[in-house]
Structure formats: structure tokens, C-alpha cells
Nanobody, 121 residues
């Protein structure tokens, strides 16, 4: 019943923009820190952006700082990734992740199926 569904991927020209969305259901979204990861062909999955459960803290990979912005709307159970000034090296499958640590120290993770972003001229 837990679902994270990414959308908004597609093909764009270098310098263009896309906004990814991740719609969550089946868990208490506002308790979870959310992240965007990506995986390009032949490369390991990497953390792109992070946002805390209440949205008060964010963090970004150096490669996307100043170009990407993560945000969340807890009323809509949705996390977003605004991607500007896109480069060919941003081409990857982008995955949504939710994580929480319980009071007993147990970590719970959920993953979406991913959405393809292709930046090409």
C-alpha cells in the first residue's frame, strides 16, 4: 500500500528546465525526510537533494547546487525537484526516497520506481 510515484521527467535541451514531482501515499508523509537520487548508465546511484520532514533543512550534491531546488508540500504529500540550467550530465533516472528513524532507532525507507530525465541537443 505504500507508494512513491515520480512524474515530470522527459527530454529537454541543455539549459532547459524540468520539475519532477513525487506523490506519496500509504504512510505519514510529514514524518519522513525526503530525498531525490539519480542513477546514470554505468554509474552508481547518487544523492541529489535532501529535505527534512518539516522542510526547514535542505542539502544538495555539489554538482547541482545553484541549479536544483527541492521542496515539499506536506498538505499534498508531495515532494518536488525543480531543475534549471540542465546539462547533459544530468541525464539519469531520478528516484524519490522517503526515510524516517523510529524512537527505537529503526530506519524505514521507501523508494519510487523512477522517472527518466534526458538532456540532449
Amino acid at each position: 500500500q505504500v507508494q512513491l510515484v515520480e512524474s515530470g521527467g522527459g527530454v529537454v535541451q541543455p539549459g532547459g528546465s524540468l520539475r519532477l514531482s513525487c506523490a506519496a501515499s500509504g504512510f505519514t508523509f510529514s514524518h519522513y525526510a525526503m530525498s531525490w537520487y539519480r542513477q546514470a548508465p554505468g554509474k552508481e546511484r547518487e544523492l541529489v537533494a535532501f529535505i527534512s520532514s518539516a522542510g526547514e533543512s535542505t542539502n544538495y550534491a555539489d554538482s547541482v547546487k545553484g541549479r536544483f531546488t527541492i521542496s515539499r508540500d506536506n498538505a499534498k504529500n508531495t515532494v518536488y525537484l525543480q531543475m534549471n540550467s540542465l546539462k547533459p550530465e544530468d541525464t539519469a533516472v531520478y528516484y524519490c526516497n522517503g526515510a524516517v528513524r523510529t524512537v527505537w532507532g529503526r530506519k524505514i525507507d521507501y523508494w519510487g520506481q523512477g522517472t527518466q530525465v534526458t538532456v540532449s541537443s
